[in-house]
Structures are given as C-alpha cells and as structure tokens.
C-alpha cells in the first residue's frame, strides 16, 4: 500500500551541527511534499514544503531536497539548535487524492548541548 | 493571529459513547481537515472538507462523520466509542483543498476506557 517511511527513527546530533533527516516514499502519484514538526504536547507545525517541479528549496536553517528517480527526500537542518528537539514527519500529497496528506512514523531528533 | 483552535483539549470517555470534538480554522482557511494520530505514530487522515462539501475520505469506519459550518469551522463526531479510538485527533485549515500546506492545530486527546 501507500507509505512515506523514514530511514532513521531517532537521530542524535550535536548542538551546532548539521542534521539531516531522510524520508522514503512510494506513491510515485505524489507531487507535494511537506515537512512537519512535532514537539511534545501540540500538533505538527509546518517547517518547509516543496513541489515535484523542483528538486532543492531554501527556507531558514532548513533546505529540503526532492529526488524523485528513488522517491526519496531529505530534510537538512543547518547548526541545530536545542530548540530543534522534536519529532520530524514527511508527507506526501499524491496529486489524484485531493487535500490527503500521507504521513511517515517520523524522527524523533534529539540535540545534545 | 489566532492559528487553528480545537476543543476540547482532554476528554474521557466510556466504551459506547460518542463524542463531538470541535475545530476553528485560520481566518481565510475555507478547508478543513481532520487526522488521528496514535501514540508513536503519524497522524492518519481522516475527511476532508471545502465550502461545507466533503472533498476526502480516509479509510475509517461509518462511525466517524464530520461536518463544515458555514463560518468554516467544523465538527468531528464518532459515535459507539472504541479502546481502539483513544488517539490524538487533529485539526488542520488549509488555502486551498490540495497542494497548500496544512496549519494543525494542538490537538484533542481522546481516552476511551
């Protein structure tokens, strides 16, 4: 069936460092994508999105890259900061299924002082 | 301003009730959707409204209705309570039905026992 999958479920880096969270998914019908963040107690909060007419976009700190020959994108978090703890969903919009967001389990990113 | 607002924010509930969980989108947001999220999982979707029209279905049983008022707020109900069902429900307002990112809102935490 469909899926988004992660690679990593938790990922553990260095406050200062580069992160970067990895997402596979199999809907080829998919042509936006999101990325959301979760922290402890709220709902997903938008980070960055891109479209399938593109294969890199720029937001602040953060960058997501888009390769649809494997179906995988990837999130990059530039120095990461503490306040970047959180757990990090991929979600793909296939384009035949209206507004339906497909969500992966999520990465739970933990910054270490 | 105000971002995606739901009520309540807690509820228990017993084996067989049902229970009406409550939704304000951004100002302008003309659709609404609505997702459970399991503990340790992503969320999952579950309807999709636009203009007070159902747009999407998830793959959840007749016991789960939703409605979109015509100040675009919305309603989940679920009736004939299941253990199964104690999850966090979300809300989410978007711009437009697909290819626009969805603002969650923080969620209402159902406990069924």
């Known amino acids: 069936g469909e899926s988004v999958g992660l690679h990593l479920p938790t990922l553990s880096v260095q406050e200062g460092d580069n992160s970067i969270i990895n997402c596979a998914y199999s809907?080829?019908?998919?042509?936006?994508f999101i990325w959301y963040k979760q922290e402890s107690g709220k709902g997903p909060q938008f980070i960055i999105d891109?479209?399938?007419?593109?294969d890199k976009r720029q937001g602040q700190r953060v960058t997501v890259l888009l390769n649809k020959t494997v179906k995988h994108l990837s999130l990059q978090i530039a120095a990461t900061q503490p306040g970047d703890s959180a757990v990090y969903f991929c979600?793909?919009?296939?384009?035949?299924?209206?507004?339906?967001?497909?969500f992966g389990q999520g990465t739970e990113l933990s910054v270490k002082p | 301003d105000a971002g995606v607002t739901q009520s309540p924010t807690h509820l228990i509930k017993t084996r067989g009730q049902h229970v009406t969980l409550r939704c304000s989108p951004i100002?302008?947001?003309?659709?609404v959707s609505w997702y459970q999220q399991v503990l340790g999982q992503g969320p999952q979707f579950i309807f999709q409204?636009?203009?007070?029209?159902?747009?999407g279905r998830g793959n959840f049983p007749d016991r789960f209705s939703a409605r979109q008022f015509p100040n675009y707020s919305s309603e989940l109900n679920v009736n004939a309570l299941l253990l199964g069902d104690s999850a966090l429900y979300l809300c989410?307002?978007?711009?437009?039905?697909?290819?626009?990112?969805?603002?969650f809102g923080n969620g209402t935490r159902l406990t069924v026992t």
């Open positions: 809907n080829s019908a998919s042509d936006y």
């Open positions: 979600a793909e919009n296939p384009y035949n299924q209206g507004g339906k967001l497909i």
């Open positions: 989410a307002s978007s711009l437009e039905t697909f290819n626009s990112p969805l603002h």
């Open positions: 100002s302008g947001h003309k659709s």
């Open positions: 891109i479209r399938s007419n593109m």
């Open positions: 409204y636009y203009e007070k029209e159902e747009r």
